[in-house]
T-cell receptor, first 114, second 115 residues
Framework: AQSVTQPDIHITVSEGASLELRCNYS??????LFWYVQSPGQGLQLLLK??????LVQGIKGFEAEFKRSQSSFNLRKPSVHWSDAAEYFC????????????FGTGTLLAVQP | DAGVIQSPRHEVTEMGQEVTLRCKPI?????LFWYRQTMMRGLELLIY????????DSGMPEDRFSAKMPNASFSTLKIQPSEPRDSAVYFC?????????????FGPGTRLLVL
């Protein structure tokens, strides 16, 4: 069965430090992969997605993610975190075929220290 | 574009009452999704529609939950009767094209509290 694992429930980083959020997936075929961000009291917003091609994907707000098939991973990175990046981040895998839906991970809550 | 619109934004009700949540997708989008978010279970897909037809309702927790999409611009999620364990944030999302590969646009959610 398809699944997404985000091993870090909560991460705290200092403002200006680099960030990497981990995501591992389980899916038999080549997946579609997404990162969404949820600010407090808001709905989810797409940061970036991988559908095919270049495995390094650029997104909004200075985020990027790299698809590594050999590791079944799609980690999210940002070189310098801003206080406004404090939010919850969700990795998701899109399944095709008959199921054709998104499966979300449990999320990683990011806190940013001044 | 107004984005996905949900109403009400907050709902407090008593156990046993009927609750109706409403969603207006982005104009032109042909797929609509209902999600439930709780601390314990995270973000769960309840049901999704494509061209107003329910495609996958395997996430609907039980018969107390029902969803309809009478036209391309409106959907409802109904809980009857409601129970305290239904307390959660309910999100509606819409997309154009294939659900598994296209960007889903989320509404702001309805925060439901059942007393």
């Amino acid at each position: 069965a398809q699944s997404v694992t985000q091993p870090d429930i909560h991460i705290t980083v200092s403002e200006g430090a680099s960030l990497e959020l981990r995501c591992n997936y389980s899916y038999g075929a080549t997946p579609y992969l997404f990162w969404y961000v949820q600010s407090p009291g808001q709905g989810l917003q797409l940061l970036l997605k991988y559908l095919s091609g270049d495995t390094l994907v650029q997104g909004i707000k200075g985020f990027e993610a790299e698809f590594k098939r050999s590791q079944s991973s799609f980690n999210l990175r940002k070189p310098s975190v801003h206080w406004s990046d404090a939010a919850e981040y969700f990795c998701a895998v899109g399944t095709g075929g008959a199921t054709n839906k998104l499966i979300f991970g449990t999320g990683t809550l990011l806190a940013v220290q001044p | 574009d107004a984005g996905v619109i949900q109403s009400p934004r907050h709902e407090v009700t008593e156990m046993g009452q009927e609750v109706t949540l409403r969603c207006k997708p982005i104009s032109g989008h042909n797929s609509l999704f209902w999600y439930r978010q709780t601390m314990m279970r995270g973000l769960e897909l309840l049901i999704y529609f494509n061209n107003n037809v329910p495609i996958d309702d395997s996430g609907m927790p039980e018969d107390r939950f029902s969803a309809k999409m009478p036209n391309a611009s409106f959907s409802t999620l109904k809980i009857q009767p409601s129970e305290p364990r239904d307390s959660a944030v309910y999100f509606c999302a819409s997309t154009l094209g294939l659900a598994g590969r296209e960007t889903q646009y989320f509404g702001p959610g309805t925060r439901l509290l059942v007393l």
